[in-house]
């Protein structure tokens, strides 16, 4: 990312900023002024702790203490099992046998130090008579800091790193595939760095940007914690990313502009605080931070009070796209029951989802739960019969393929088999848990890298739902979509809610003012039609926010009463996403 880019107007905005009203942040950009203002910050102390998060390029950071002049350096990474028995220890809770599910760590990170190795790091620490400096991940278990930072990165950028050779924190095991290592960071290693950053976020003195590599920055602890106070507080934009993927399209490429990456993109992640980052903006100095931290400092107020008793520090609704506009179908998959994902992956929640379809091509469609009578065995048979390398999978013998077009709303409840058809533009809403997806077909092609994606029948077959055939799915599943209310200011659709699914949508259309009405919790909105609308207060807690065609924003709970307006008189849609009382 280029610190230096300037957000555009009238258009999808690539990297969105959040201004934060900040005026006595202090902000250290590089790391000659990080060291400068670390050795300043240590006048009169004597311990500076730099707690790091997994995937940091420690290197950097040691760059960036240079100035301090310590006389002990302490790397709490040496305290920590040896990587062959970190491995060993893992090895259970990551179900080593397959290669994109594991059990979801219950274990904190201080598991993983010896007891006896820290007693004596503290030791060597009193017994210093200069200023210590103690980093790496886990330094804060060694040594809480008279002077604290939280050195911090992105998961977008982590899963970068991996791609590019990076290796997991303290394994042997250097030559993992990306998908090993994505699956060790996902299922442990952020689990418990998240588990010991969301305190270090209330007590650290300075947060450490370590996202762009060669470009690290720095800002004050206290202004930090206020920039995501504002956050929670009024609507805002996380920054998108986008992924190429072997059925991926080109329409997000046409219409946002995206760099040419000679291929396609497949996905984007425009609205996953587990996964996006938030770009502060401190008066034209930027930091970059996960949006995770943001749920993690202001679950309450971003939240709602009654999602947060139910949720907890988890942001529970994701928005995505998926781009099949001249490429090909999805893989035919299916997501878990809420036992199932609970008993098998310690997983507290499912993936129920939606497709929202921004635009289609003449012949998109969806494929969506099983035909009449499909008989479950023979069924299996023939999946199981075309992962071996025999006949290609008949889909249209066991799945429905339904016509989709612009602005239809089709509801998936895990336990439904489905995909994405070709030539379809879909804005997936969903639960969060989005790892969590069986494939059971991928139409017999290999990946962008040559091999065949993973497809897991035996997960898939334990969780298909056979009685959600053709009748139950045009009943349940598809133009679901009611009329609410009708009147000078607009049209109110309620677009979709499937019984077993908590998240609530609704489509906002007008061509002036329509006041939109709360239910207690946070809502996730994108521009479904039109060029631009306007995100307002009625009260004036926060300034009128611009949201361009098909970007998503978050609209925390605690910034209250909003409207929608349509800055220029012409028609406007906007879908609404929020978890139902």
């Known amino acids: 990312m280029m610190r230096a880019e300037k957000e555009e107007t009238g258009r999808y905005v690539l990297f969105p900023r959040v201004k934060a009203e900040c005026p006595e942040a202090r902000v250290s950009q590089g790391a000659p002024a990080i060291g400068a203002a670390l050795r300043g910050a240590m006048q009169g102390h004597k ?26 350096v302490v790397h709490s990474d040496d305290l920590a099992f040896e990587p062959e028995k970190m491995d060993a220890v893992l090895e259970q809770d990551l179900l080593p046998e397959d290669p994109v599910f594991g059990i979801m760590t219950v274990r904190r990170l201080k598991d993983f130090f010896y007891p006896d190795k820290i007693r004596e790091a503290r030791s060597r620490i009193q017994a210093a008579d200069g200023p210590v400096v103690v980093y790496g991940v886990g330094a ?8 604290q930072v939280v050195a911090d990165i992105t998961r977008w950028e982590i899963q970068l790193r991996y791609r590019r050779g990076l290796s997991n924190w303290r394994t042997a095991r250097t030559d993992l595939p990306k998908l090993k290592k994505y699956k060790r960071g996902f299922f442990a290693e952020w689990r418990w760095a998240d588990r010991e950053k969301d305190h270090l976020l209330n007590t650290m003195d300075f947060y450490l940007d370590m996202t762009t590599q060669g470009s690290p920055a720095m800002v004050d602890g206290a202004s930090y914690r206020e920039a995501l106070r504002q956050t929670a507080r009024r609507p805002f934009r996380m920054v998108p990313y986008f992924d190429p993927g072997v059925w991926g399209g080109h329409w997000m490429k046409d219409h946002f502009e995206l760099p040419e990456n000679g291929s396609n993109y497949a996905w984007s992640f425009d609205g996953v605080p587990e996964e996006n980052s938030l770009l502060l903006d401190f008066g034209g100095a930027l930091i970059q931070t996960p949006a995770l931290n943001l749920v993690l400092q202001q679950p309450r107020a971003l939240l709602g009070e009654r999602v947060h008793a139910r949720f907890g520090k988890e942001f529970p609704i994701r928005f995505d796209m998926l781009d099949t506009v001249g490429g090909q179908n999805l893989s035919l998959q299916v997501h878990p029951l809420t036992e199932y994902i609970q008993n098998t992956f310690n997983m507290r929640y499912t993936q129920d989802e939606s497709y929202y379809i921004l635009d289609a091509g003449e012949n998109a469609s969806v494929w969506l739960g099983v035909k009449e009578g499909t008989d479950p065995a023979a069924m299996e048979r023939d999946l199981r019969l075309a992962q071996a390398g025999g006949a290609p999978f ?27 058809g070709a030539d379809t533009m879909v804005l997936e809403i969903s639960a969060t848990p989005y790892i969590f997806t069986f494939k059971l ?13 993973p497809i897991h029948i035996d997960h898939g077959m334990a969780n298909i739902q056979f009685d959600r055939d053709t009748a139950w799915v045009r009943e349940n599943l598809v133009g679901q979509t009611k009329e609410v209310c009708r009147d000078e200011n607009g049209l109110v659709e309620r677009t979709g809610l499937h019984e077993r699914e908590f998240i609530d949508t609704y489509r906002y259309t007008t061509s002036g003012r329509m006041p939109v009405h709360r239910n207690g919790s946070v809502q996730v909105l994108n521009l479904v039609d039109g060029a631009r609308a306007l995100i307002t207060s009625p009260t004036g807690a926060f300034e009128p926010f611009a949201l361009h065609y098909a970007e998503t924003c978050i609209l925390p709970q605690a910034a209250g009463e909003y409207a929608i307006e349509s800055p220029d008189g012409g028609q406007i849609m906007v879908i609404a996403a929020s978890v139902r009382p």
């Open 47 to 72: 311990v500076l702790c730099v707690e790091c998060y997994p995937g940091v390029d420690q290197e950097e950071v040691l760059a960036c203490l240079q100035p301090v002049g310590a006389q002990l």
């Open 140 to 147: 804060s278990l060694v040594h809480p800091g008279d002077v």
């Open 394 to 420: 008949p889909a249209e013998k066991y799945i429905n393929n339904i016509p989709v077009k612009k602005h239809d709303h089709v509801l998936i409840p895990a336990g439904t088999t489905h995909c994405s």
């Open 441 to 453: 077909w991928d139409w017999g092609r290999l990946d962008l890298d040559g091999k065949p994606r």
